[in-house]
Structures are given as structure tokens and as C-alpha cells.
């Protein structure tokens, strides 16, 4: 079974950069197409950025042109570039599959923009 792992969350003040990695235990992870999920406060999990094993990606409207999801298949590992954080970008923040069938979710990683 995968086992997922992100990192790199934090405090960040608002405009401020952050960088979100994702480890994959297992090497099917090169084969999947990847995603970036967020949750806030009361709020359902949502959609952040994908991409697929060809390296297309595509972005929710509220992050576009501020984050970059990119992939490292040698390391089954899965990034998130954030840029220009606002405070509305605050929640957790989860890897997983491109798919409506995830594999287990991670802890995730909280990233908090205030100042």
C-alpha cells in the first residue's frame, strides 16, 4: 500500500513563497497522474493542481499563476512551489492520486498565511 508523506508547510506572512513536498513510498507513484489537495477550516477538501505522468498540469482558478505543481519520478516525490501566499490560501495540504479512487491519505501539511 502507498503511504503518502508532505512536508514543508509553515507560518508565512501573506506575499511570502512556501514549498510543499510529497514522498511516495511505492514507484507506481511514476505512473500516476498527481494532484495537490487542500482543506480549510470547515470547508470540503479541494482540488489544488495536477499533473499528469507527461507533465501537464493543470490549476484551480484561485491559485493560477501563483502556485507550480512539478514531479520528481526518480525520488517519487511531488512538489508545490507557492508564490504570493494570501491568507485565504490557509488550510492543510494533502498529496494524492489525480483520481476519484485515492490511495490512503497522508497527515498533510498545515501552511498558515497571516502576519
Known amino acids: 500500500q502507498v503511504q503518502l508523506v508532505e512536508s514543508g508547510g509553515g507560518l508565512v506572512q501573506p506575499g511570502g513563497p512556501l514549498s510543499l513536498s510529497c514522498a511516495a513510498s511505492?514507484?507506481?507513484?511514476?505512473?500516476?497522474?498527481m494532484a495537490w489537495y487542500r482543506q480549510a477550516p470547515g470547508r470540503q477538501r479541494e482540488l489544488v493542481a495536477t499533473i499528469t505522468v507527461g507533465r501537464s498540469t493543470t490549476y484551480a482558478d484561485s491559485v493560477k499563476g501563483r502556485f507550480t505543481i512539478s514531479r520528481e519520478n526518480g525520488k517519487n516525490t511531488l512538489y508545490l512551489q507557492m508564490n504570493s501566499l494570501k491568507p485565504e490560501d490557509t488550510a492543510v495540504y494533502y498529496c494524492?492520486?489525480?483520481?476519484?479512487?485515492?490511495?490512503?491519505w497522508g497527515q498533510g501539511t498545515q501552511v498558515t498565511v497571516s502576519s
Open positions: 511505492g514507484s507506481i507513484f511514476r505512473s500516476m497522474s
Open positions: 494524492n492520486v489525480d483520481s476519484t479512487y485515492n490511495w490512503p
